[in-house]
């Protein structure tokens, strides 16, 4: 029988790679089954995902997958890249030794990618190196809060990244990755904070190409 926080992780992981894009119908009843719970677990699992945006619960209609809104958009990145200001301010008085070396294996399968068409699997790592990522943030709130607004966004990219140029989005993320390495071996979190401010900035400049749209400007 799996945990509730076990079915949140799962069922978050599968909105934000899309393998419930959005839209989708979720069935209490389907999940109950599938997890071996009953419907009460999974009722409050769905209900902290409606907290977070990624979908809706109603009467009529059930629970949807959400999709997400320009405007919306626009607020939240714009508040990722205050937080993200934040973390060079706000980060962990420790930081665990192996850290560099999760992140440098991280590194090589981004790059192994290159040669693996598979943006799913790309989204998938990214994620990875967001949740790598959270240990650097020493304040519980802010790790909590930047947290759910990645998720809100994540999908965000995976979506249009079949139509994006594959290799330079690629090196994109190792390149990020590796800067951030370079910051944490230097035992600089702001120069880590300023790789990782520099690179969603890059990616929204990217999005905005793609979506004809500022969502920052």
């Not at 076990?6 to 934000?16: A, D, G, K, N, S």
């Not at 389907?30 to 990624?54: D, H, K, M, N, Y």
């Not at 560099?100 to 991280?106: G, I, Q």
């Not at 990875?128 to 965000?156: K, P």
């Amino acid at each position: 029988m799996a945990s509730t926080d076990t079915i949140y992780q799962e069922l978050r992981e599968r909105i934000c790679l899309l393998h419930y894009p959005p839209g989708t119908a979720l069935s209490e009843g389907t999940l109950a089954e599938e997890f071996g719970v009953s419907r009460t677990p999974i009722r409050r699992v769905l209900q902290r995902l409606e907290f977070e945006g990624l979908v809706t619960i109603s009467r009529g209609s059930g629970t949807i997958v959400t999709t997400v809104d320009l405007k919306s958009l626009k607020e939240v990145y714009a508040l990722r890249l205050k937080l993200i200001e934040l973390t060079g301010e706000l980060a962990a008085s420790r930081i665990p030794a192996n850290h560099v070396e999760k992140l440098e294996a991280l590194a090589d399968e981004v790059t192994a990618m290159g040669d693996q068409y598979d943006p799913r699997e790309l989204g998938r790592l990214y994620n990875r190196f967001h949740d790598v990522m959270l240990v650097v943030i020493g304040n519980r709130a802010l790790r909590q809060f930047s947290d759910q607004l990645f998720h809100q966004t994540a999908r965000v990219w995976l979506q249009i990244l079949p139509d994006l140029d594959w290799d330079e989005e690629v090196q994109m993320v190792v390149e990020e990755i590796n800067e951030v390495i370079e910051g944490l071996r230097a035992g600089d979190i702001q120069q880590v904070a300023e790789a990782r401010h520099k690179h969603m900035r890059l990616m929204l400049g990217r999005l905005n190409d793609y979506l004809g749209s500022a969502l920052i400007g």
